[in-house]
T-cell receptor, first 113, second 110 residues
């Protein structure tokens, strides 16, 4: 399917477990982003990538790891999940240029027990 | 750093006009974007302003004043389906990475 997809859509895990959220886009967009959305905080940037093998921290990177070996994939890993990482996670992509719109995936709702 | 301020909630009646304001503080400003998000959905792009003035797209318009570090989203002929959260986002610096505001919940009453 064309577009940007995320998997899983829902995930329940336990404190201390490693979790990987997947993001895949079919447009060959250069930029990809991971956001978390919590009530009262809007969208906060976790990590972003300007191209394959280029990643950089956003506003709230602690406890998260990313990689981007292929342009179309941008997985986000929680190395040791904590309750404070319970959130809705959105992946987004964008072609180059500040004026271009970001396209968001459908989101992954993660609950850490 | 960067900061954005927008009202947390706005209410209006169907058919009316509503304005959602956004003020920002940043250095190296490039542009201001607006996104819409319905409950349980993903944010979707509405508009982008890089220059001063009003941009109109159907019932939605977006305004920017760079000298005042201020912008707004204007929604006309409100419909029930316009009930959603609206986020402003400022792009600045050299990385073209937007920073989002906390969002405004628009509630449209019949």
């Amino acid at each position: 399917d064309a577009g940007i997809t995320q998997s899983p859509r829902y995930k329940i895990t336990e404190t201390g477990r490693q979790v990987t959220l997947m993001c895949h886009q079919t447009w060959s967009h250069s930029y990809m982003f991971w956001y978390r959305q919590d009530l009262g905080h809007g969208l906060r940037l976790i990590y972003y990538s300007a191209a394959a093998d280029i990643t950089d921290k956003g506003e709230v990177p602690d406890g998260y790891v990313v990689s981007r070996s292929k342009t179309e994939n941008f997985p986000l890993t929680l190395e040791s999940a904590t309750r404070s990482q319970t959130s809705v996670y959105f992946c987004a992509s964008r072609s180059g240029g500040a004026y271009n719109e970001q396209f968001f995936g459908p989101g992954t709702r993660l609950t850490v027990l | 750093g960067q900061s954005l301020e927008q009202p947390s909630e706005v209410t209006a009646v169907e058919g009316a006009i509503v304005q959602i304001n956004c003020t920002y503080q940043t250095s190296g400003f490039y542009g201001l974007s607006w996104y819409q998000q319905h409950d349980g959905g993903a944010p979707t792009f509405l508009s982008y302003n890089a220059l001063d003035g009003l941009e109109e797209t159907g019932r939605f318009s977006s305004f920017l004043s760079r000298s005042d570090s201020y912008g707004y989203l204007l929604l006309q002929e409100l419909q029930m389906k316009d009930s959603a959260s609206y986020f402003c986002a400022v792009t600045s610096g050299g990385s073209y990475i937007p920073t989002f505001g906390r969002g405004t919940s628009l509630i449209v009453h019949p």
